[in-house]
């Protein structure tokens, strides 16, 4: 079964304003990544966080971390329409390190 | 040259045949992947291999196999393809030593079961 869970599953926005996708997992975690799709194509890390971290930074990216209430949040921030893609969470386990995937948070930023 | 690639990039084949799937990776690292994606249902591990004589089930294993020739080649095999085992399929690697890894994918093999 998927350890993570998108919400929501899609998402439209302005050019500009930012976009907020959250994950939830249910188990004790190693740490959780986020990663873009565009349409067909193979997945991109986008950025990795610890379980004893709580918040993370790259370029227009903020990931939270909440492990007490088990989800994750990714913002990116001032949208373009190259943001246009589905965006996963995954998750590792503590000494277990294949990871498991959501189903995605589908983004689409209109010009 | 990509860091993983896939061969086919798309595949029709018939009920019932065999079909491989390679993946060959030149970041040099241990550890390689198959999943499955559907729509809806994001990727789904069916196999990972963490070294050449180490191979593990994943989440859905069952009419699949795998070979890891190499420590760059890990080989994806459906023994007797079912239209269900359409999807896309995706080989990953990644090195766990490295700070703030993540996992580099292939572009995909589209397969089509009919």
């Known amino acids: 079964s998927q350890q993570g869970e998108e919400d929501p599953q899609a998402l439209s926005i302005q050019e500009g304003e930012n976009a907020t996708m959250n994950c939830s997992y249910k188990t004790s975690i190693n740490n959780l990544q986020w990663y873009r799709q565009n349409s067909g194509r193979g997945l991109v890390h986008l950025i990795l966080?610890?379980?004893?971290?709580r918040e993370k930074h790259s370029g227009r990216l903020r990931v939270t971390l909440d492990t007490s209430k088990k989800s994750s949040s990714l913002l990116i921030t001032a949208s373009r329409a190259a943001d246009t893609a589905s965006y996963f969470c995954?998750?590792?386990?503590?000494?277990?390190?294949?990871?498991?995937f959501g189903a995605g948070t589908r983004l689409t930023v209109k010009p | 040259d990509a860091d993983v690639t896939q061969t086919p990039r798309n595949r029709i084949t018939k009920t019932g045949k065999r079909i491989m799937l390679e993946c060959s990776q030149t970041?040099?690292?241990?550890?390689m992947y198959w999943y499955r994606q559907d729509p809806g249902l994001g990727l789904r591990l069916i196999y990972y291999s963490f070294d050449v004589k180490d191979i593990n089930k994943g989440e859905i294993s069952d009419g699949y196999s795998v070979s890891r020739q190499a420590q760059a080649k890990f080989s994806l095999s459906l023994e007797s393809a079912i239209p269900n085992q359409t999807a896309l399929y995706f080989c990953?690697?990644?090195?766990?030593?490295?700070?703030?890894?993540?996992?580099?994918f292939g572009s995909g093999t589209r397969l089509t079961v009919v």
């Open positions: 995954a998750t590792a386990k503590p000494n277990n390190n294949d990871m498991r």
């Open positions: 966080i610890r379980s004893n971290e």
């Open positions: 990953a690697t990644s090195d766990p030593t490295i700070a703030n890894y993540g996992y580099t």
């Open positions: 970041k040099g690292h241990d550890r």
